[in-house]
Every structure is written in structure tokens, then in C-alpha cells.
């Protein structure tokens, strides 16, 4: 028996949700730098890792994280990738666009983000990319002030080099 079944229709509902986020001593350093164009990142006391961005204990051994931050290039590797073709209001990039998981040089944790003047067919893992920042009068309290990640020209990092971070 064969029947006609209705199409399904999808219903969109928008949501909006306000909340006050209070940052913290770490966090806070974190995003006063970003206003100012720095990448801060720290260092754990038990192993050397650097995490980025900052923050107030190391996830890995559950101690706090005190001391100078290191500052960090706006530079690095591409890890990871995936390819996006469902527009986003909060991103200013033609479809398809990627992405990226970031491994900035100093750093030993990834930064999720865009991946913006690149053909999707030449991404690829361990690409060199920097940051393309907004122009200074745009920037805020917030890493948006980096508007997306480009191709730097440099050769690719060795896969050794960023292995452990897939």
C-alpha cells in the first residue's frame, strides 16, 4: 500500500537570550589584551604548556596558572578543518567558507576560527595562516577583533610539528 506523504516543513524560531558574563582576573588579561592586538597565553607551572587563551588553572594537572602570560604570535597552523556551506549571520565570508582549528606558534592548544581569502580546495592541514584583524577603530573587548585567518604564503608545518593536536 503506497502512501502520500507531506512534505516536512521546517519552522524557523528565533531565540535570543541575554546574560551578564563576568570574566574573571585570567580571562579578563586575556580579552584587555585582545583590545590592545596581543594574543595572551599561560603557562602551566607542572609541564610548560602554554594555553590559549589564558586562564586562571591548568586544565590537565588542576593547579593554578600564575605568573607572567606569553604573549603569543598571530600566526600558526591549521590542524583541522571542515568545510562550511550554511550561511551565518555572524560571519562575514562567502559560502563555502572553513572552519579552522588554529595552532598559534607558542602555543600548545588550538583556537577555533575562520579561515577567510582562501579557495576550499587549498586548505589543507598544516597550512600557515595569520591573522587578519579589523581595522583598529572596530576593535573591542573581543577576539572578533580578528576577523578571520588567511594563508601566510609560508611553506606548510611538518605534520610531526602539529600531530598531537588533531
Given at each position: 500500500m503506497s502512501e502520500e506523504k507531506e512534505p516536512v516543513e521546517v519552522l524557523r524560531t528565533p531565540v535570543e537570550l541575554d546574560?551578564?558574563?563576568s570574566a574573571g582576573v585570567s580571562a579578563s588579561r586575556f580579552l584587555r589584551a585582545v583590545e590592545q592586538?596581543?594574543?595572551l597565553g599561560q603557562?602551566?607551572?607542572v609541564d610548560g604548556r602554554?594555553?590559549?587563551p589564558s586562564r586562571g588553572s591548568c586544565p590537565q594537572h588542576g593547579v593554578p596558572i600564575e605568573g607572567e602570560p606569553v604573549e603569543l604570535s598571530d600566526r600558526g597552523t591549521i590542524v583541522t578543518f571542515s568545510v562550511n556551506r550554511v550561511p551565518s549571520e555572524n560571519i562575514d565570508l562567502e559560502l563555502p567558507y572553513a572552519a579552522i582549528q588554529v595552532l598559534l606558534d607558542g602555543a600548545d592548544t588550538t583556537l577555533f576560527h575562520v579561515l577567510g581569502e582562501c579557495s576550499i580546495d587549498d586548505v589543507r592541514m598544516g597550512m600557515?595562516?595569520?591573522a587578519?584583524?579589523?581595522p583598529r577603530d572596530e576593535w573591542t573587548i573581543s577576539m572578533q577583533n580578528i576577523r578571520y585567518f588567511k594563508p601566510s604564503g609560508?611553506?606548510?608545518a611538518p605534520f610531526e610539528s602539529y600531530q598531537e593536536h588533531i
Open positions: 546574560y551578564t558574563y592586538g596581543k594574543l603557562r602551566c607551572p602554554v594555553y590559549f600557515r595562516v595569520e587578519v584583524w579589523r609560508e611553506p606548510d
